[in-house]
Nanobody, 125 residues
Framework: QVQLVESGGGLVQAGGSLRLSCAASGRTFSSVTMGWFRQAPGKEREFVAAITWTGSRTFYADSVKGRFTISRDNARNTVYLQMNSLKAEDTANYYC???????????????????WGQGTQVTLI
């Protein structure tokens, strides 16, 4: 059973930084793309960033490019999202995700991902 558990969210002032973590279990972590999405109240879930299984390719939404960095540690089965220069519009619940298929990158839509964590809230104050 695949489990994704996010952590690291919280309250932060505009301009500040946070690092989110997502611990994965139940499958071979080093063979899967990992993604981060976010959802603000009243809005649809949107793509934030993704990283392929070796970490050789990363993808970002235009709204976070240059401010957020996705990375992974396959030895720890963990993916990270370093968020710098945070803005009010970054307030959302952040979700970790992965597709069912191994060695596969399906793009930036939520439908390309099959497994989801419970989310961690990031709130700008």
């Amino acid at each position: 059973q695949v489990q994704l558990v996010e952590s690291g969210g919280g309250l932060v002032q505009a301009g500040g930084s946070l690092r989110l973590s997502c611990a994965a279990s139940g499958r071979t972590f080093s063979s899967v793309t990992m993604g981060w999405f976010r959802q603000a109240p009243g809005k649809e879930r949107e793509f934030v960033a993704a990283i392929t299984w070796t970490g050789s390719r990363t993808f970002y939404a235009d709204s976070v490019k240059g401010r957020f960095t996705i990375s992974r540690d396959n030895a720890r089965n963990t993916v990270y999202l370093q968020m710098n220069s945070l803005k009010a519009e970054d307030t959302a619940n952040y979700y970790c995700s992965s597709p069912r298929r191994s060695y596969y990158y399906g793009g930036t839509t939520a439908t390309a991902y099959d497994y989801w964590g419970q989310g961690t809230q990031v709130t700008l104050i």
